[in-house]
């Protein structure tokens, strides 16, 4: 009903003004593809290219598509796709079912207790780079808070860090501890906007808490959930600082994310722009395949839910 | 037009060579340098007020962190904006900048007054490509051996003389969660686990490359070097070590929790400092222990060099000269240590300065001046290739340190990789 209102609001917005209401977005739509469209051009005229920006003696050769080539038979680049899934995939999921229950459980039990969000919403506006460095202390195995309070419960010295498994998991516990908020945040702005009859006719009808929450809250909640975890995707595919902070990629390139090999490959260790532009077109393509398939599915999962 | 054309030349040569003639030949001049704060930089940046009293040379600072500060070069001088004059460069990537045309020699700039042979020969070399010299030093250091005084005496031991006492030592002075044998970087990167490592390859009698620029770095020597390290990390290191930079080094060291480390010459200033350190007054120096193949410390400096694409006038590149020779000149180095207890020295004489040795002596010094003397600049290769082989070299060595990779394979790998880059650039015939 409301969203009807003010999408007609709009209409009349509109129609009230001249024709030439294009004319006031032009600029903005002008600057925009200034800014966006020429780097993404020249990235794929790096893509085809093989240049080295530190060895500029040795010229700038055209190689077609060789760059993706070499992508699918170097096994530290296919890592870095594998780390990524893993990383984005562990982030995302359980970010939304501590945001989903926290936010069900602020919304039952603490609904007039605002303090209460903004208190746990904290760790979102930390910088991430803070938060790595804070986190990366805390993580160490000899001079560490972690390990310390986890001596009394009987944990040896655990090695957050410098082994495979344990820097994975030690980076999504991180990014879970700063961006379940955000979930949280989302999930329950959606919660407290649902309209109330629905729930109370539901109740008269005699459903359990069960029920009302599979048939009532969660397809009314569904566009709200799609949003959040999709801005969740986008946002966690940028997760640099706090994995480079925390371990650079290592131990090894155990948690050597795509982004991270590819900023090595064109900048830091090496200077070879054009493997890591392709590297960076491939996450993009792959990025839009992933959004659009998932958007698809949850028109799905919408009717479903019906 | 012409005629006022002239005439503006005409007083400019006149304003010119007045300023000239009272000995300020780039008076007005503006050069833009870039660096990293260190104690030793702001030093200088602290004096600059003497620099234009004395020069007219109007100099801007541009400040960035350590991991930031080649990005922002390499992409200033690759693109060829050339917004600084100056570019502070670590010792390593001297070649890279050189061969690529993005540094002028220094060389040419220099005047008796400035006593290059002063500076310490490793130094020298370090900032040298192709025989000329690229850099003037603001910051050098080598690595040696710090261990706790007070648990050597108290068990009876002296430094570790060699490798094998040294792995004796750590094992003895192992006794988790309280203290661990040894602490030594096992982050990867070129000047990171590589800086440490490259001793152990040297001592053991391994190199990185045969004559025809084949990478023999993973041959028996290289192996056995590699197992050693790995194995002393392991053993007798403290949990993550494997991912350890400098600063969990030192840190670990401070706490009080680590008997011994390898590690540069300038910790002393930290590690003695009774704020900073639990363990200030207990520390020993001493050279690094000898291999099979003899004693291989490391080295590093960092130095100042004139930007080719930021410099383009030569009344610009003079004046980056006279600001790179004035910045480290025998007097700020002096002051440098006399005045803000640096002791990151890049000049013999400041070593042999009595002022210096009063207030420095002891092991630090007698440690420092032999490691000094016998530390080779190509401890790690002198080449434009170097970061990249490097860093790949450090991923190996991690991996082993870490479990992650049997040592023969991961030297393989690296020793692939290294292969693959020196055919890009022709080092190496296919």
């Known amino acids: ?306 | 037009m012409r005629r006022i054309m002239g005439l503006v030349v005409l007083v400019v040569f006149a304003v010119t060579s007045l300023v000239y003639a009272q000995g300020m030949p780039y008076k007005g001049v503006r050069i833009t340098v870039a660096l990293r704060s260190l104690p030793e930089t702001d030093f200088i940046v602290s004096k600059l007020a003497e620099f234009k009293m004395m020069t007219g040379i109007n100099v801007q600072i541009v400040t960035y962190p350590e991991q930031q500060l080649r990005e922002r070069e390499v992409i200033d001088v690759s693109t060829g904006a050339g917004a600084y004059d100056v570019l502070a460069i670590d010792s390593v990537f001297i070649p890279e900048f050189a061969k690529a045309g993005w540094i002028t020699p220094l060389e040419p700039y220099l005047d008796p007054e400035y006593n290059v042979e002063d500076i310490s020969a490793f130094v020298r070399g370090l900032l040298s490509y192709e025989g000329k010299i690229y850099a003037g030093p603001v910051y050098s250091e080598a690595t040696q051996l710090m261990y706790r005084k007070d648990l050597f005496e108290e068990a009876g031991l002296a430094p570790p003389q060699t490798m094998e006492e040294y792995e004796e030592y750590a094992k003895k002075f192992t006794r988790p969660p309280d203290l661990f044998g040894v602490a030594m970087r096992g982050l990867r990167g070129n000047g990171m686990n590589i800086y440490i490592w490259s001793e152990w390859l040297w001592s053991y009698g391994g190199k990185y490359f045969d004559e025809n620029w084949n990478p023999v770095f993973n041959s028996p020597e290289g192996v056995l070097a590699t197992e050693n390290y790995a194995k002393l990390l392991q053993n007798y290191g403290p949990p993550g070590v494997a991912t350890y930079g400098w600063d969990d080094v030192q840190n670990a060291f401070t706490s009080g929790k680590v008997a011994m480390i390898i590690d540069a010459t300038n910790f002393y200033t930290r590690i003695e400092d009774p704020t900073k350190s639990a363990i200030a007054g207990k520390i020993g120096y001493a050279v690094v222990p000898a291999g099979p193949a003899g004693r291989f410390p490391g080295n590093y400096s960092l130095g100042f060099a004139i930007s080719a694409v930021g410099a383009k006038t030569e009344a610009e590149r003079g004046a980056a000269a006279e600001f790179i020779k004035w910045a480290t000149s025998q007097d700020i180095e002096l002051g440098k240590a006399l005045q803000a207890n640096i002791i990151s020295v890049t000049r013999d004489s400041v070593f042999n300065d009595p002022a210096f040795q009063a207030k420095f002596g002891g092991d630090w010094l007698t440690s420092t001046v032999e490691s000094f003397k016998i530390t080779d600049p190509g401890y790690r290769p002198l080449i434009e290739e170097w970061r990249e082989i490097g860093d790949r070299l450090g991923i190996a060595v991690e991996n082993v340190i870490a479990g992650i990779q049997p040592v023969q394979e991961a030297l393989n790998e690296a020793a692939l990789y290294a292969a693959e880059v020196l055919m890009r650039t022709g080092k190496l015939k296919k």
């Open chain 1, 1 to 306: 009903m409301t969203v009807r209102q003010t999408y007609m609001d709009g209409k009349r917005f509109f129609s009230g003004l001249s024709e030439n209401v294009w004319l006031m977005f032009l600029p903005a739509l002008i600057i925009l593809v200034l800014v966006t469209l020429p780097p993404f051009f020249y990235t794929i005229y790096l893509s085809v290219h093989d240049i080295d920006i530190t060895k500029p003696y040795l010229g700038r050769n055209f190689i077609g598509l060789k760059n993706f080539a070499t992508i699918f038979s170097d096994h530290r680049a296919i890592g870095s796709f594998t780390n990524t899934a893993i990383l984005i995939g562990g982030m995302v999921v359980v970010e939304f079912v501590l945001g989903l229950l926290l936010a069900l459980v602020i919304d039952s039990f603490f609904k007039k207790a605002t303090w209460l969000v903004t208190l746990i919403i904290i760790p979102m506006t930390f910088p991430r780079v803070v938060i790595g460095l804070v986190w990366r202390i805390m993580l160490n195995p000899i001079v560490g808070v972690v390990n310390y309070l986890l001596q009394p419960v009987g944990g040896g010295p655990v090695d957050w860090l410098a082994r495979p498994t344990w820097a994975m998991f030690s980076i999504i516990m991180v990014d879970v501890w700063q961006w379940t908020p955000f979930m949280l945040l989302m999930i329950l702005a959606g919660l407290q906007s649902l309209p109330k009859e629905p729930f109370d006719a539901s109740r008269v009808d005699g459903a359990g808490d069960f029920h009302v929450f599979r048939f009532i809250t969660l397809p009314l909640l569904q566009p709200i959930i799609v949003v959040a975890i999709v801005f969740r995707l986008i946002d966690a595919l940028r997760t640099f600082d706090i994995v480079y902070i925390l371990t650079r990629g290592g131990p090894g390139t155990s948690t050597e994310t795509v982004d991270i090999f590819a900023y090595y490959m064109g900048i830091s260790e090496a200077g070879r722009i054009s493997y890591a532009a392709s590297v960076s077109l491939i996450v993009l393509y792959v990025t839009i395949i992933l959004i659009t398939l998932f958007l698809r599915f949850s028109r799905q999962w919408r009717e479903e839910l019906y």
